[in-house]
């Protein structure tokens, strides 16, 4: 086999990999964008108000998640404060106070 063939070969085989991965992968999101809008249910609403809400709907999302992360890290917080207040009322011996030290008296 000579390196001509083996570098036009895989050129080749890149070529219609790119092609197969985005043919696929636009087959894909147009299933997934399908998906996502036929889990819109507005009911009877006027299609202005469809429209509007169907246009919020990815913000509103997106700020329901990030609020529910805020909380999460808040209760985070809570249980790590709650672990330190713990150490440090000496329920561990390496947390607790190092002991004086004692030197020799230097009049003796």
Same mark, same amino acid.
């Given at each position: 086999m000579s390196q001509g063939s083996f570098t036009g %070969?895989? /050129? &080749? %085989? *890149? &070529? /219609? %990999? !790119? $092609? &197969? !991965? !985005? $043919? $696929? %992968? *636009?087959? *894909?999101?147009?299933?997934l964008t399908q998906a996502e809008d036929s889990d819109l249910d507005f009911g009877e609403l006027s299609d202005e108000l469809k429209r509007n809400l169907s246009s919020v709907t990815q913000e509103e999302r997106m700020e329901l998640a990030r609020r529910g992360l805020e909380d999460k890290i808040a209760q985070l917080n809570s249980a790590i404060e709650d672990v330190r207040s713990q150490m440090s009322n000496g329920h561990t011996p390496t947390e607790s106070a190092p002991l004086p030290r004692t030197y020799p008296d230097p009049g003796n």
């Amino acid at each position: 086999m000579s390196q001509g063939s083996f570098t036009g %070969g895989f /050129f &080749l %085989g *890149a &070529l /219609f %990999g !790119g $092609v &197969l !991965g !985005g $043919v $696929v %992968g *636009a087959i *894909a999101t147009q299933r997934l964008t399908q998906a996502e809008d036929s889990d819109l249910d507005f009911g009877e609403l006027s299609d202005e108000l469809k429209r509007n809400l169907s246009s919020v709907t990815q913000e509103e999302r997106m700020e329901l998640a990030r609020r529910g992360l805020e909380d999460k890290i808040a209760q985070l917080n809570s249980a790590i404060e709650d672990v330190r207040s713990q150490m440090s009322n000496g329920h561990t011996p390496t947390e607790s106070a190092p002991l004086p030290r004692t030197y020799p008296d230097p009049g003796n």
